[in-house]
């Protein structure tokens, strides 16, 4: 998995209640990643991040904030959980975007996955 | 709206034949495009990208097409074999540096 954990890998928690997902890397790239996957809807990017402390919003960032204040380590917060943010959350990884080049491809993570009961 | 299209339908096809499946897409101009697999479980997988200017990109027993007039792509899995059942999902780059997803196309080889 191209040096990137996230932890944890699994985790049951209680709608209200605040969740944060970890995800490291070792590879030192620039641009790091939070999608979440669902059945019916794919791959969906909620938070990106271009560099320390330089993050923007994907398609469906309501509900969730996210920081970076080491290369290594990108968090998403669920301020408080709510049942539909039960999924699968995937962590990427780029070296750079440079538009057509080999460094362009994003490495995943193992995964967490979240019950939100 | 922009939208990827992939079949939801499983493709099963006996093992040493040819898989093909297809990614459509409108309103995106990428400048490429990409295609992941992934195993249940598993995050995503790079495979190949091709880019606008590229008709076709070759790797192994793996080949990708890419029409940016018909707004498609093929990807193709020759001699195939049992250990390429996955899911395959191809992704554009749009916008801000970043990649929009199919929902992916389910591959099984039956031996």
């Known amino acids: 998995d191209a040096g990137i954990t996230q932890s944890p890998r699994h985790k049951v928690t209680e709608t209200g209640t605040p969740v944060t997902l970890r995800c490291h890397q070792t590879?030192?790239?620039?641009?790091m990643y939070w999608y979440r996957q669902d059945p019916g809807h794919g791959l969906r990017l909620i938070h990106y991040?271009?560099?320390?402390?330089?993050?923007d919003k994907g398609e469906v960032s309501d509900g969730y904030s996210v920081s970076r204040s080491k290369t290594e380590d990108f968090l998403l917060t669920l301020e408080s959980a709510t049942s539909s943010q039960t999924s699968v959350y995937f962590c990427a990884i780029s070296e750079s975007i440079n538009y057509g080049t080999s460094t362009d491809t994003q490495y995943f993570g193992p995964g967490t996955r979240l019950t939100v009961l | 709206s922009q939208k990827i299209e992939q079949n939801s339908e499983a493709l099963n096809i006996q093992e040493g034949k040819t898989a093909t499946l297809t990614c459509n897409y409108t309103n995106y101009s990428p400048a490429y495009l990409q295609w992941y697999r992934q195993d249940p479980g598993r995050g995503p997988v790079f495979l190949l990208l091709i880019r606008e200017n590229e008709k076709e990109k070759r790797k192994e027993r793996l080949k990708v097409t890419f029409d940016t007039t018909l707004k498609q792509s093929l990807f193709h899995i020759t001699a195939s074999q049992p250990a390429d059942s996955a899911t395959y999902l191809c992704?554009?780059?749009?916008?801000?540096?970043?990649?929009?997803f199919g929902k992916g196309n389910q591959v099984v080889v039956i031996p």
């Open positions: 992704a554009l780059v749009y916008g801000n540096n970043r990649l929009a």
């Open positions: 590879e030192n790239h620039r641009y």
């Open positions: 991040s271009y560099g320390v402390k330089d993050t």
